[in-house]
């Protein structure tokens, strides 16, 4: 790996409460996005995230799209970084109960996908968590252009 290059990035802060293990926060990112060289140019480690995320925006109607895309301006860094911790404590974006069935279905293709990249019983709980809330449980924001 060339010096600037961070292909993946995975932070995970695991608590034991008493309602069980908690995982927060969670980032997920590479940058670059696409390996341009060396032994693994062309790879893509979130790609297939990032089409799926890009189909469900892409999907939204003018009325979702004003309530999911919190801003077209891409952030310049982590929204939770250290001093911001409060700045994503009440959800924003769309209510996934108001996603039609195709739409919920890349819902949580999204989410199996994410959490699949954590390990294997700590993503299959957290899948489940989610899921069992239901859509009216999950909203779906989008940052960036």
Not at 28 to 34: F, I, T
Not at 54 to 61: E, G, I, K, Q
Not at 82 to 97: D, Q, V
Request: aromatic share 2%.
């Amino acid at each position: 790996m060339s010096a600037g290059q961070k292909h993946l990035q995975d932070r995970r802060r695991c608590t034991q409460t008493e309602h069980g293990m908690r995982m927060t926060p969670l980032f997920l990112g590479a940058a670059p996005v696409r390996v341009e060289t060396g032994p693994r140019a062309g790879t893509a480690p979130l790609a297939h995230i990032e089409t799926i995320a890009l189909a469900l925006r892409n999907s939204l109607s003018a009325e979702q799209a004003s309530l999911a895309v919190l801003s077209m301006k891409k952030p310049h860094d982590i929204l939770l970084q250290p001093g911001r911790e409060t700045s994503l404590m009440e959800p924003e974006g769309l209510p996934a109960g108001t996603l039609t069935g195709p739409q919920r279905g890349l819902l949580i293709r999204l989410v199996s996908a994410y959490s699949g990249l954590l390990a294997t019983d700590l993503g299959t709980t957290a899948q489940r968590r989610l899921l069992e809330g239901g859509p009216d449980a999950m909203t779906f924001a989008w940052i960036g252009g």
